[in-house]
């Protein structure tokens, strides 16, 4: 079905407000779908993996294992990345400060790909950026890249497993300079150019935005009971002794 980007912020909006999570912005986790669901990165589907993630997690601050010039190390203690991911760029900038190159280690946390939205917003800042995850299934390593003077990334993917294989981690290099791309993508086996990605953005703009029925109906789904139990529990409250 062809969705609105207001759709799919709202109901994003309203389905994590109702599972009243003391960590993690509504409007900014709803802008991390729908900026994905516009790049045809399946933005509503991840988000709804994510769903069992953030209401099991307990509402517990992100630990820093390490911090050294040039590096910091977060453990994020099996949360969803949703949650936590633009306090750790904002907290990860401040400390490069005038360094040419950052790595941020992210442990034990989960739903990567929701982080698509807050590493394009670094081209507007004049940042390069290097991301990359593995996953348990194929493909088995996503290499996100997004070097200086463009605005959306080129993402490779490879099926072969990647030294230093870690399923629940993700590595983030900020840069004032360029990285070797071509060094970092030998041997992928496919990938989303650039190109791709401002034309499926493009396209969602002036066409509308596709999400599988399935998905959006889950999404639906999460929105209006966390509302329907709400509303039980307030009517319930404003009538009680």
């Not at 993917?157 to 981690?169: G, I, L, P, S, W």
Request: glycine share 6%.
């Amino acid at each position: 079905m062809i969705v609105s980007r207001n759709e799919i912020v709202s109901t994003v909006y309203k389905a994590f407000s109702g599972m009243h999570r003391e960590v993690g912005e509504a409007d900014l986790i709803a802008t991390m779908v729908a900026e994905l669901q516009m790049a045809g990165l399946n933005g509503v589907e991840q988000f709804n993996n994510a769903t069992p993630f953030i209401l099991t997690e307990q509402d517990t601050p992100i630990d820093i294992v390490s911090e050294r010039a040039g590096a910091i190390r977060f453990n994020l203690h099996s949360s969803s990345l949703a949650c936590h991911l633009p306090t750790i760029m904002d907290y990860a900038l401040e400390k490069m400060g005038d360094l040419a190159h950052y790595k941020i280690y992210i442990e034990n946390c989960h739903n990567r790909w929701l982080a698509y939205s807050e590493l394009v917003n670094l081209s507007t800042k004049g940042m390069a950026c290097l991301a990359k995850w593995d996953n348990g299934s194929a493909p088995k390593h996503t290499l996100f890249t997004l070097n200086k003077g463009f605005t959306y990334p080129d993402i490779y993917f490879f099926n072969a497993v990647q030294a230093n294989y870690n399923t629940n981690d993700m590595v983030i290099e900020l840069a004032t300079f360029n990285f070797d791309i071509e060094n970092e993508s030998r041997d992928f086996d496919h990938k989303i150019s650039t190109d791709e990605l401002f034309e499926k953005h493009q396209r969602a703009w002036k066409e509308g935005i596709y999400v599988d029925d399935e998905q959006w109906a889950i999404l639906k789904q999460t929105a209006t009971a966390i509302l329907v139990e709400n509303s039980e529990s307030s009517h319930q409250g404003a009538g009680g002794v």
